[in-house]
């Protein structure tokens, strides 16, 4: 089946203390994108990756890193979350330009 | 600045009451314009991109049409099976990997 997978779906964390949330794809997309989701704000886009080693800012990088070693795992990095940093994260791939496939959602609470 | 607004933020309907959701967006030139579905604890699930002024895309009950300011997704007498939240994104051309979206319509629909 094709999708995309995250992992954690669900994460409690407190300030300061690094995580990573993978993110991987089964449909050999060269694009992959993370966002976040806050009430009232709609998806806003963090990072995105065009191809393998090749990275670039979204709106709201701030905070966050990525890395693509992989063409089908595009994690995203947290070196130190902070409260402004608690919303709902998605992953996303697609073939260049096309419409894009979402994970399921990571929920983060940074306490 | 590069930006899209949907609205009504919410909607409610009753079964086989037709209507429409606007997304309106201003962006330097416009290279597609998407539209989701999302259902609560999900990800965003594609259904439809338009690209030019005058498109109009078809799926069932939904119909999305695109003129050179908004879109419109119109709902044909809807079932309790379409709530869910509608959300529009447009993707610039000056750069294809950036995506900006709007915050949403819940759409909810009584039987």
């Known amino acids: 089946e094709a999708q995309v997978t995250q992992n954690p779906r669900y994460l409690i964390t407190v300030t300061g203390k690094k995580l990573t949330v993978t993110c991987s794809q089964n449909?050999?997309?060269?694009?992959m994108s993370w966002y976040r989701q806050d009430p009232g704000l709609g998806l806003r886009q963090i990072y995105y990756?065009?191809?393998?080693?090749?990275?670039d800012k979204g709106d709201v990088p701030e905070g966050y890193k990525v890395s693509r070693k992989e063409k089908r795992n595009f994690p995203l990095i947290l070196e130190s979350p902070s409260p402004n940093q608690t919303s709902l994260y998605f992953c996303?791939?697609?073939?260049?330009?096309?419409?894009?496939?979402f994970g399921p959602g990571t929920r983060l609470t940074v306490l | 600045e590069d930006q899209v607004t949907q609205s009504p933020e919410a909607l409610r309907l009753q079964e086989g009451e037709s209507s429409s959701l606007n997304c309106s967006y201003t962006?330097?030139?416009?290279?597609?314009l998407f539209w989701y579905r999302q259902d609560p604890g999900k990800g965003p699930e594609f259904l439809f991109t338009?690209?030019?002024a005058g498109e109009e895309k078809e799926k069932e009950r939904l119909k999305a049409t695109l003129t050179k300011k908004e879109s419109f997704l119109h709902i044909t007498a809807p079932k309790p099976e379409d709530s869910a939240t509608y959300l529009c994104?447009?993707?610039?051309?000056?750069?294809?990997?950036?995506?900006?979206f709007g915050s949403g319509t819940k759409l909810n629909v009584k039987p």
């Open positions: 338009l690209y030019s």
């Open positions: 990756s065009m191809n393998v080693e090749v990275t």
């Open positions: 962006v330097s030139g416009l290279r597609g």
């Open positions: 996303a791939s697609s073939l260049a330009g096309r419409e894009q496939f």
């Open positions: 449909m050999n997309h060269e694009y």
């Open positions: 994104a447009v993707q610039a051309a000056y750069n294809f990997n950036k995506f900006y």
